[in-house]
């Protein structure tokens, strides 16, 4: 199994003067649960290089078991370290993707025209693409082959606006996931906040926060298994 990740290269939080990024949980939690099952693990962003963290999953209160591996992993943590750039990867070489949340996504990759390609070519090709918290947002420019929204008419979850209430980022964010979706035709789905809570809708798979993290990427190893 070939797995590629995609994580976030924006560490600006709007126009709070804070920071943001990739949320460590929604990293660690898949990588592992990759690595364990064999997997062949790369990892990209646009920029290429260290992605940014974000500095609350850095917290005491953010961690949890994965967390804590990696922080004594010295390879995974040069892995992440060292990112390849997202514009030089090719979907055809990879088995399943999967993008890591953290505010990040919302800035940069909706708005990748390279992360938008990838993400239609894995549509396109049958191959499995899993997004969690606000990784979904990375959906949102994404087409159909019929020219369509791709969450259009779809069960899909992400990051629900009463989580951003609780976070008070409603009014940072640029867009808020539950609005966009339900606007897009998708058919968004959640349960109470903080909660695990993974929906699959044939290829795409999504989870709501950074407790779904671990659960969208058991998913997609299911389908991986299944082929």
């Not at 750039?85 to 993707?97: H, N, P």
């Not at 966009?180 to 999504?206: A, C, N």
Request: charged letters at 25%; hydrophobic letters at 40%; aromatic letters at 8%.
């Amino acid at each position: 199994m070939n797995i590629l990740m995609v994580l976030t290269s924006h560490d600006r939080l709007g126009d709070t003067g804070k920071k943001t990024g990739f949320w460590l949980e929604e990293f660690a939690a898949p990588y592992y649960t990759f690595l364990d099952a064999g997997a062949k693990l790369t990892l990209v962003s646009p920029l290429g290089g260290q992605p940014p963290l974000d500095p609350k999953s850095d917290e005491a209160d953010a961690q949890t078991a994965a967390t804590e591996r990696f922080r004594k992993d010295a390879q995974a943590q040069a892995v992440l370290a060292n990112t390849g750039k997202l514009a030089e990867v090719k979907a055809q070489d990879y088995d399943a993707v999967f993008y890591p949340g953290g505010h990040g996504p919302l800035w940069d990759l909706a708005n990748d025209r390279h992360s938008i390609a990838l993400i239609e070519a894995f549509e396109r090709a049958d191959k499995p693409f899993g997004l969690v918290c606000h990784a979904p947002g990375a959906l949102l420019h994404v087409r159909g082959v019929d020219g369509q929204p791709l969450v259009k008419g779809r069960r899909v979850t992400g990051f629900t606006n009463s989580e951003e209430e609780a976070v008070q980022l409603t009014k940072v964010v640029p867009f808020l996931i539950e609005d966009e979706f339900k606007r897009l035709g998708g058919q968004y789905e959640k349960i109470g906040d903080w909660q695990p809570f993974v929906v699959v809708d044939g290829r795409l798979v999504t989870g709501q926060n950074p407790a779904s993290s671990e659960g969208v990427a058991e998913a997609l190893l299911k389908q991986l298994r299944a082929q």
